[in-house]
Nanobody
Framework: QVQLVESGGGLVQAGGSLRLSCAASGRTFSPYAMGWFRQAPGKEREFVARIRWSVGSTLYSESAKGRFTVSREKAKNTVYLQLGYHKPEDTAVYYC????????????WGQGTQVTVSS
């Protein structure tokens, strides 16, 4: 199975920017979509954004809209999440996940990367 590895998390000040990366191993990687999710302490995991792998169309949660940007680089099997205009409530572990064709679920998840926003 393809492995997803996130990177780029860290400590950032409110109002700053940070770019997360999610690299997929393996020669053949062609999911239906790649998604970003996050889980804050004591809260359930929530959807942040997703990008259709083939056509590049995007979808964002209301909290991410206008502040975050999801993109992908097909040649590198990598998806990115650019976080901007951070707020302390963006502090969470961020996960990337792959959704295959003909499935309603994201079935392949990375290990997560911690993002901490200081006020």
């Amino acid at each position: 199975q393809v492995q997803l590895v996130e990177s780029g998390g860290g400590l950032v000040q409110a109002g700053g920017s940070l770019r997360l990366s999610c690299a997929a191993s393996g020669r053949t990687f062609s999911p239906y979509a790649m998604g970003w999710f996050r889980q804050a302490p004591g809260k359930e995991r929530e959807f942040v954004a997703r990008i259709r792998w083939s056509v590049g169309s995007t979808l964002y949660s209301e909290s991410a809209k206008g502040r975050f940007t999801v993109s992908r680089e097909k040649a590198k099997n990598t998806v990115y999440l650019q976080l901007g205009y951070h707020k302390p409530e963006d502090t969470a572990v961020y996960y990337c996940a792959a959704k295959p064709y003909h499935s309603n679920d994201y079935n392949n998840w990375g290990q997560g990367t911690q993002v901490t926003v200081s006020s």
